[in-house]
């Protein structure tokens, strides 16, 4: 992914195959992302919206009773990382 390239939710190349690795550990939470498993919660919330085409800018209130609005997903600390930097609103998951 290049440094301008947007990133999306659900568009990691891997995220199907990591998520699976992350079930095999006993992992429930995931990253959106990239589908690597999240450990006691040190991870982030990002909403989701216009069906999953983008997450929500910092600043930006979604319309929640769009059809598009898909909610919070979580995100592992890598990617919010790279969210942070594109503008995205991101919330601390609380353990």
């Known amino acids: ?7 999306k939710p659900f568009s990691g ?8 690795r992350a079930a095999d550990k ?4 995931t990253c959106c992302i990239c589908g690597n498993g999240i450990k006691d919660r040190k991870g982030f919330w990002a909403e989701v919206m216009e ?4 997450f929500v800018a910092e600043g930006e209130e979604p319309n929640t ?8 997903y979580t995100v592992g600390p890598a990617c ?5 930097k594109q503008g995205s609103k991101l ?3 609380e353990a």
């Open 51 to 54: 069906g999953g085409s983008r």
């Open 80 to 84: 919010a990382r790279k969210l942070k």
């Open 65 to 72: 009773d769009d059809a598009g609005y898909m909610g919070c």
């Open 13 to 20: 190349k891997r995220i199907h195959q990591n998520e699976e």
């Open 91 to 93: 919330l601390k998951m």
């Open 1 to 7: 992914m290049s440094e301008t390239e947007t990133i």
């Open 26 to 29: 006993g992992l429930e939470e």
